[in-house]
């Protein structure tokens, strides 16, 4: 049976989605402080922003596949811990986009205007702002050149 890596599987999507992909995956989950459990899915605590721990656990699970959706999104938290909330939310899903990249994975990744800190609605008309944002922030990126993952992927989920 392929192998589906489920990054936020404490989350709410995560973990539905987990339940749902086990008629047809042998699935794998990560969370890091909220743990919990689903029958017959694998989950991992893993620190998603270690770099190295992301790259261990992909080299144990060895997935087919990864949906990531993983994320800070309390709007409080995103707000006064900037830099955090930057690096679990731009700073890992440039890393997982690497890794499967590197690997030829599909991956699936969402996200919303709260995870990226803009103000402006995903919509056909706004994306340009919102990746011109992400662009501006560009420049503090210790991943850059796996930025124009987070573009494509951005633009791929607002059309």
Known sequence: MKK????????FLGWNLCQLAQ???EVHGTYFTHQVTIPGAALHQTDLTDFAALDRLFKQVDPDAVIHTAAASKPNFCQTNREAAYAINVGVAVNVARL?????IPCAFTSTDLCLMVKTRFTKKTIPSVQLTIMANKKRSPNRKWQKYILKWLYAVCL
């Open 23 to 25: 008629a047809s995956w």
């Open 4 to 11: 589906l890596l489920v990054t936020g599987a404490s989350g």
């Open 100 to 104: 499967c990249g590197e690997r030829d």
